[in-house]
């Protein structure tokens, strides 16, 4: 099994390129399904997610060709079948082919999905939406089996927002009869890619950006190409390895706009930022001051998934914080880990309280998920001596190369077998 080796206290400098966004990329792989013919995406990052996700295509008739950053999907011979327990178990986005399935054979097999274990995410709300279009909905052994004879467009409101429920409404309401007006709709960016890419397919849908969605359905969509959005959590994270380490360094191909709630917190801090169109410089403060209280939130609120990197951050800061995770209040397992670098971090129900301190000390720690794998990351680059990051396999269903990357701004990372 890998793991990384990091030697601390590093300076970095240069830029480094930010990749397709894997959540943007993974509902927009499923809803392909939802035309017959061939499509060509750009800026698909090299991810175990995506070849998970691939994978699952494929069983279902699906060509899938990925080379480089551009992936060929050819939907010509889709077909109904299971999605199979061994595939989705790894990973919780394999719900998205439900909603594609139910369009267009008026049946769906899925298997309760996996993937990081960060606390309850119930599928509930996919499945009221489903019900709302007019599906039957049934559990059997595991197996969500879902099915309509057609899908009629309704009115439906969120009780929670849901990022995965509103993308699984979107694509079934673009082949369901009539109109559909999703209310609380997620507004995170991810959304807006797939509904510009149900858009550029023949869908009918207004509201992009705003949390109701209107869905005229129409009879067929068609295939076409797209190119998905950078991925504003991987952007995220470069940010705050420049803002760990006191080094200057620009992130190029992101978006700016959907980093802003990071941008404020980092600011607190004492960071400054030179942004540009499709580019951001950190300019890292010279001594870190605590954000007082950050609070994760739907977009455009501060991301759950930044909230594991940000505390690395807030662990060498100045004084003391809370950081409140109200999307997945259980999402504090990285918390242990950075303690055994020299994090002073205690946790209240869904709450950390993390007291600054000098220094971090490089100690052998343990990924449990994938965004706690990239605070790890960051923590070992800020701490001193030698930090070793067992099951980086994590770290690799969201980061592209992470690893290259970082040795390009100059740290000092490898992979090693355990």
Avoid: W
Wanted: hydrophobic share 45%; charged share 20%; aromatic share 6%.
């Amino acid at each position: 099994m890998e793991k990384f080796v990091i030697h601390g206290r590093k300076k970095l400098s240069g830029s480094v390129e930010i990749g397709g966004a894997k959540n943007a990329v993974l509902p927009i792989m499923a809803a392909t399904m939802l035309a017959r013919g061939k499509f060509v995406l750009k800026n698909v990052p090299q991810l175990q997610d995506v070849e998970f996700m691939a994978s699952l295509l494929q069983t279902m008739g699906v060509k899938v060709e990925h080379h480089g950053s551009t992936m060929r999907i050819d939907t010509t011979g889709v077909c109904f079948q299971e999605a199979p327990y061994d595939i989705v178990r790894k990973m919780r986005a394999s719900i998205y082919v439900l909603a594609p399935q139910l369009a267009l054979f008026g049946k769906a097999s899925v298997s309760f999905p996996g993937g990081c274990a960060i606390g309850a995410r119930p599928v509930d709300f996919h499945l009221q939406a489903m019900e709302a279009l007019g599906a039957e909905i049934s559990i059997n052994h595991g197996n969500i089996l879902a099915s309509a004879t057609s899908l009629k467009g309704c009115d439906f409101h969120f009780e929670k927002i849901s990022v995965g429920a509103t993308a699984n409404m979107l694509m079934a309401s673009c082949l369901a009869e009539g109109r559909t007006v999703i209310d609380n709709a997620a507004k995170e960016p991810e959304i807006d890619d797939l509904a510009n890419f149900l858009i550029k397919m023949g869908a009918h849908i207004q509201g992009v950006g705003s949390s109701t969605l209107v869905v005229d359905g129409v009879s067929s969509l068609h295939a076409c190409d797209y190119k998905v959005i950078p991925d504003r959590i991987e952007a995220g994270t470069f940010l705050l390895a420049g803002a760990i380490t006191g080094s200057k360094i620009t992130v190029k191909n992101c978006q700016p706009q959907h980093l802003k709630a990071l941008f404020q917190k980092m600011e607190e801090a004492g960071c400054r930022f030179e942004i540009g169109e499709d580019c951001v410089e950190v300019i890292p403060a010279e001594k870190i001051a605590c954000a007082k209280r950050t609070l994760t939130a739907e977009y455009p609120g501060f991301p759950t998934d930044l909230q594991a990197q940000f505390m690395a951050y807030m662990a060498i800061a100045e004084g003391s914080c809370v950081i409140e995770d109200v999307i997945f209040p259980d999402r504090f397992m990285h918390v242990a880990e950075l303690g055994r670098l020299g994090a002073n971090i205690k946790i209240e129900k869904n709450i950390a309280i993390v007291e600054g301190v000098e220094s971090l000390s490089g100690a052998k720690v343990m990924a449990t998920d994938l965004r706690a794998s990239a605070a790890l990351v960051l923590a070992g680059l800020a701490s001193d001596n030698t930090t070793e990051i067992m099951r980086i396999y994590h770290i690799k269903r969201g980061y592209e190369n992470i690893e290259k990357k970082l040795q390009k701004l100059g740290a000092d990372i490898r992979i090693e077998e355990s």
